[in-house]
């Protein structure tokens, strides 16, 4: 059983921001794509962004672009979502997702069926 640790949401006013956490076991991280997505209450979960295993491979939503930013420390065996200028529409819970993969891949994964092990989430909620 893989174990992911997600940290750092919360309640915020729009035009705020927050940076999330995703930590696991190094053996994981270390040879991992990592993701994030979220979902709000009544729609289906979505891809907010992804960085491949190297640090370099990096995809945002058209949603997120310009806002957040997806970035992992190899020492840490963690990946961090920060998030800026946080829109209502951010509220939802935020899930971290690890992909094994090799060094010299260099797809880019979007969707859930890609990643195999998931965080229990963390609630964000941006108030108006």
């Known amino acids: 059983q893989v174990q992911m640790f997600e940290s750092g949401g919360g309640l915020v006013q729009a035009g705020g921001s927050l940076r999330l956490s995703c930590s696991t076991a190094g053996r994981i991280f270390s040879r991992a794509a990592m993701a994030w997505f979220r979902q709000a209450p009544g729609k289906e979960r979505e891809f907010v962004s992804s960085v491949g295993r190297n640090g370099r491979m990096i995809v945002y939503a058209d949603s997120v672009k310009g806002r957040f930013t997806i970035s992992r420390d190899n020492a840490k065996n963690t990946v961090y979502l920060q998030m800026n200028s946080l829109k209502p529409e951010d509220t939802g819970a935020y899930y971290c997702?690890?992909?094994?993969?090799?060094?010299?891949?260099?797809?880019?994964?979007?969707?859930?069926?890609?990643?195999?092990?998931w965080g229990q989430g963390t609630q964000v909620t941006v108030s108006s």
């Open positions: 997702a690890a992909r094994q993969t090799i060094l010299t891949d260099y797809t880019e994964y979007s969707t859930e069926g890609d990643y195999q092990y």
